[in-house]
């Protein structure tokens, strides 16, 4: 083999000009180009058209490789959801505390919905640069109503985690037309052996509780009480 065949045949497969240079966005850029579901290390250093071995700087695995996506789906459009939920809660609300937290409710409920097949693969955490203003907002004005910070901030994870929940939630629901536990229950309530047996449990799902339809409401209700229980511990 001469020198030119033996350089022709090391550079192919390369992009012209060169190795590609590539940083967490451009793998999330890339990742974002496939099917979460099929995707792998493998397809995404395929996407770039470089070697597998060059993620592993950035990210370790597939489970770390969804957690990126998921996080940027959730950051991308969470800004504007909250600036909109805002507005609408304090037209609305009188207490500006509660419509701040109800804002941020909303806007990480949607988020969460957003990430789609995702959602289990997310959490906020101190790398969710884009919530950090709305929290330090949100926060400001429990402090401005009295509350102090302790009592702020365990209220503030606590409507995230139900917001965050009733999120996944509706995903679950999105992807199989119903949420698991109104099929699992209305599943064995037609097994039950007469009609008159758990007759609160049917009330409740003849009701629809917990189905999609009645999503908004649960929603509701559930930030509500969030909202109630800290009213009550408000100076």
Same mark, same amino acid.
């Given at each position: 083999?001469?020198?030119?065949?033996g350089?022709?045949? #090391?550079?192919?497969?390369?992009?012209?000009?060169?190795?590609?240079?590539?940083?967490?966005?451009?793998?999330?850029?890339?990742?974002?180009?496939?099917?979460?579901?099929?995707?792998?290390?493998?397809?995404?250093?395929d996407?770039?058209?470089?070697?597998?071995?060059? @993620?592993?700087?950035? %990210?370790?695995?597939?489970?770390? +490789?969804?957690? +990126? $996506?998921?996080?940027d $789906?959730f950051?991308?459009?969470?800004?504007?959801?909250?600036? #909109?939920?805002?507005?609408?809660?304090?037209?609305?609300?009188?207490?500006?505390?509660?419509?701040?937290?109800?804002?941020?409710?909303?806007? %990480?409920?949607d988020?969460?919905?957003?990430?789609?097949?995702?959602?289990?693969?997310?959490?906020?955490?101190?790398?969710?640069?884009?919530? *950090?203003?709305?929290?330090?907002? %949100?926060?400001?004005?429990? +402090?401005?109503?009295?509350?102090?910070?302790?009592t702020?901030?365990?209220?503030?994870?606590t409507?995230?985690?139900?917001?965050?929940?009733?999120g996944r939630?509706?995903?679950?629901?999105?992807? #199989?037309?119903?949420?698991?536990q109104f099929?699992? %229950? #209305?599943?064995? +309530?037609?097994?039950?052996?007469?009609?008159?047996?758990?007759?609160? @449990?049917?009330?409740?799902?003849?009701?629809?509780?917990?189905?999609?339809?009645?999503?908004t409401?649960?929603?509701? *209700?559930?930030?509500?009480? $969030?909202?109630?229980?800290?009213?009550?511990?408000?100076?």
């Open positions: 083999m001469t020198t030119d065949q350089t022709a045949s #090391s550079s192919k497969g390369r992009r012209r000009g060169g190795p590609l240079r590539i940083d967490r966005i451009k793998i999330v850029e890339a990742a974002r180009r496939l099917d979460p579901q099929v995707m792998t290390m493998q397809a995404v250093a996407e770039l058209g470089v070697d597998r071995k060059a @993620l592993n700087y950035h %990210v370790t695995d597939r489970e770390g +490789l969804l957690r +990126l $996506v998921a996080a $789906v950051e991308s459009g969470f800004s504007a959801l909250f600036t #909109s939920a805002l507005a609408r809660a304090d037209q609305r609300i009188p207490e500006a505390w509660q419509s701040g937290l109800h804002a941020w409710a909303v806007a %990480v409920r988020s969460m919905v957003s990430t789609g097949v995702l959602a289990a693969y997310y959490e906020i955490d101190g790398t969710t640069l884009a919530v *950090f203003e709305p929290v330090e907002m %949100v926060l400001q004005r429990m +402090l401005d109503a009295g509350f102090d910070l302790t702020a901030g365990r209220g503030l994870i409507i995230t985690r139900t917001a965050m929940g009733l939630d509706a995903v679950l629901a999105q992807q #199989s037309g119903e949420h698991p099929r699992e %229950v #209305s599943r064995v +309530l037609s097994r039950a052996t007469g009609d008159d047996e758990y007759p609160a @449990l049917r009330g409740m799902a003849a009701a629809g509780l917990n189905s999609p339809a009645d999503a409401a649960q929603f509701d *209700f559930e930030v509500g009480l $969030v909202l109630d229980a800290l009213g009550r511990l408000a100076p």
